[in-house]
Structures are given as structure tokens and as C-alpha cells.
């Protein structure tokens, strides 16, 4: 059975650091596409940033390019978010989101690509 188990998140003021980390087991991780997706209140998803497991490339949105980093920890079969230089509009409940297969970085924020999601994590940024 495929689970995405996700720790971290938190309040933070503007400017401070949080780490996402989402545990994926019940499929091998050396080829999967995990991908971080954020809600913020009253508005939709949007896709934050990608990695393929099989080369380790990544996507990012440009709202947080420079700012958030994605990488993969194969020790424990987790993808951590890094999220530095946090602002008050990264306040959302982050979603980690999976796919046994790579998929073209033009389409790694689209939702439907994603069978396998983790609970979300609350992140709040005060300013």
C-alpha cells in the first residue's frame, strides 16, 4: 500500500525557515515524480516544486524560485522542502503528492497527474 507520510510546517515570521519532509513507502523511490502543492485560504492549489527520483531534475514555481528547495533523501525514502525567506503569502497547507513515473516539467503542477497525496501541513507566516 502506497503512503505519503508528511512531518514539519509551522508558524514562522516573515523572513524565517521551515522544512517540509514527506516519507513515501510502498513503492520503490528511485523513479518516482514528487511534487510539493500548496492551498492557501479561500484560493486553489498551486504546484510549489517537482522532483524526479530517477535523476533528481527539478521544477519550481517562479513565486519561490530561490527561496524553497526540493531534494530527495534516499537514506529515508523522503523528499524534503526547504522554504527560506519565508513571506506571509506562503501561508497555505502544503500538500505532498506522488507518481510512479516522470512526468514533462510543463505538466508537474497539473493535479491530475498525482494518484498518491499526503494529508497536508499547515505552514503560517506572520508578518
Known amino acids: 500500500q502506497v503512503q505519503l507520510v508528511q512531518s514539519g510546517g509551522g508558524s514562522v515570521e516573515a523572513g524565517g525557515s521551515l522544512r517540509l519532509s514527506c516519507v513515501v513507502s510502498?513503492?520503490?523511490?528511485?523513479?518516482?515524480?514528487v511534487t510539493w502543492f500548496r492551498q492557501p485560504p479561500g484560493k486553489g492549489h498551486e504546484g510549489v516544486a517537482a522532483?524526479?527520483?530517477?535523476?533528481?531534475?527539478?521544477t519550481y514555481a517562479e513565486s519561490v524560485k530561490g527561496r524553497f528547495t526540493i531534494s530527495r533523501d534516499n537514506d529515508n525514502y523522503a523528499v524534503h522542502l526547504q522554504m527560506n525567506s519565508l513571506k506571509p503569502e506562503d501561508t497555505a497547507v502544503y500538500y505532498c503528492?506522488?507518481?510512479?513515473?516522470?512526468?514533462?516539467?510543463?505538466?508537474?503542477?497539473?493535479?491530475?497527474?498525482?494518484?498518491?497525496w499526503g494529508r497536508g501541513s499547515q505552514v503560517t507566516v506572520s508578518s
Open positions: 522532483i524526479y527520483t530517477g535523476d533528481s531534475s527539478t
Open positions: 503528492a506522488m507518481w510512479s513515473a516522470n512526468i514533462q516539467p510543463a505538466q508537474r503542477f497539473w493535479r491530475s497527474n498525482y494518484n498518491y
Open positions: 510502498g513503492i520503490g523511490f528511485n523513479s518516482i515524480i
